[in-house]
DNA sequence: CAATAACCGAGACGGTACGTCTAGTCTTCCC
DNA sequence: GGGAAGACTAGACGTACCGTCTCGGTTATTG
């Protein structure tokens, strides 16, 4: 076994993750995500900076942690119709993009490609979840009878997901339309797994 | 007049463009863009420093002016059917995001979105373009019925591009794949727009 | 309070200070002054440029700091006489400035006269000690009688050290000659001012 | 032989020679020597920079050339003493020394000492010229019977032109007193010289 | 009087060092 | 052992300057 003794010696104060995290999502948006430095972080949150590094190994999972925090994501309440399902996790997915600036989900994702190690755990939690999510929701179609055949998920993803990924990343669209979009790209899909 | 004096002075060496846009391309594939370095440019293309900085202004620009290099994308042929046409201007597209590795599109994106004047004359040249060729595209389907009014160009976009860009830049997919996802989204798409 | 807060995080390693000024005398020895590098002195003492550049605010300190190190020069023992003191005098400083190579010493002293602020402090501590020390023997020979009046100080510096400063800075002359000039120069000055 | 053929091809502009020692002298007085760059030598001088690489090897000749011009110094009429002619000597080669700025001699002078090769053409041409000067009048000296024996002229020189050089270049001292210390040193290297 | 050869201003070129900055690690004293 | 402070290594950044070279063009002498 590595690291630290558990239970030995003084425990890592609470205060100080959640001084980290505020500190982080401040800069963000004051300086954006290619000014962020871990001595600004610091010197924010009023620590030193190996109480971050104690906790964090590098920047990115610091500020990955720091705004993608809650990916536990479920699978939405059975709407009755494949169309609803696919709506409601496209809107959950699609207010989740939208919560952070366009500059730290870019910054974060050329960061996690910018690493093969990084980028792997990034697919299996975060995409693996969301595809999880979708698996379910094709299930109770599949079940209801809305669905011949169990579609590919990551076509699925593609399709449902693209566009908002799209509208709020690179066309860097008005937030207030996404929730129509949504419903757009929802019944779109639907029809078109329905159909073929 | 603006811009630099005409015909004074030693001009450029057409020659040392080239080899800045081979070097950068070449250490883009060796090393990624996060670990290419202006130094490394100017070793490989065996020039100056200088004579990059008088070129581009930032690293952004040189690797932004060695990747996209020929925006002059244009409206595919008339293929007759609203659906052709746009499963035409999706393939392109793809096979252009399709040319570079994704770390460097993810790179690219974040320079671009860090820095407010190199997003608007990203926006501004390259997304405008896209919009162009699918507004005369729309405009066929228009005249020739398919389509009874003229929808959001950016939302076609979005609809249209974004699937293929989520797939090949999030889910790093299998680029085989791409052909048949185009085809996919430009029917769903076609349909969905003649539709409603 | 100024300067850095005490007994406040890590302390500088002492031990990098004594590898600055010994790679900083080595290299000047080995290239010359011109060709003395940052870069240089920190790959040879094993150090970053940052460590460097926290101690000293430029190239230009840092070989001053290097060469010009023990400045705590002593009033010579008293002789007897003025002429012994005087070649006591000349004697230790023309050993000082027989240390260093030339063009080191030249490079130093268009440094120090390029930039005001350090010109003041080389003429303020060094100068002015070098000044103090001939004043301290002045007034023994006016104690013993030997002079009837205080000259100035200014004076006696440029006639006592001066030719020997000319012969080892600008004649490069022959090192072995120089206790010979110092004695010459001594009896000189002396008969000079007990004679006017 | 290398270089031009002679009265071949466009003369060079003569006004141009003008303008480089005019520009140059300009700008050290306004920048200093450290700071004097060829580009900005060039520009004032509302020319190229070619030109001035023509007629100058390096950056240290044009300044040499443009500060230490007239260095054709003749011995003085005889006065009918040594010490007159000593003093002579010595205010003559003073008034050199304080016509340019104490950092431009200093930064010449650090220059020269950095290559080996211009250090020896400095010597032969401008020391050598000086003690040429010296013997000639230590020669009407030893024809006078004022001196029995010819002495080491470079030992005359150090002990002459030295406190009159330390005075003006290393203690910044008033350039009123310089006519003084010329006149004391002359006579108290002249009585040196006779005495022993 | 045309050819030749060296000149000219402007500014691009390769090379090199500068002083700054940041990431991630390490070290000190304190609790 | 955790924490704050801050020094540490490593290495890229963008700037500045040097001395050279190249362009279009000019000005003398030579043939």
Redesign the interface.
Known sequence: MTGPKQNVGRPRDAQIDDAIVRATRELLVER???KLTMDAVAKRAGIGKAAIYRRFATRQEMIFAATVHGMEEQPPPDSGTLRGDLAAVCRTIAAQLGAAP??VL??L??????DQAL?ARF?GSF?GREQYVLGEVLDRALARGELAAMPDV??V???L???????L?????DRE?VAA?SA??A???A??LVKG
Request: negative net charge; charged residues 10%.
């Open positions: 954006g995500y290619a366009p500059d870019h910054g994702l050329a960061d996690i490609h910018a980028g697919t995409i990551r076509v993803h593609a399709l997901i693209g566009p908002v990924f799209f509208w990343l690179i066309l860097i669209g339309q979009l757009t790209v019944e779109s899909v029809d078109s």
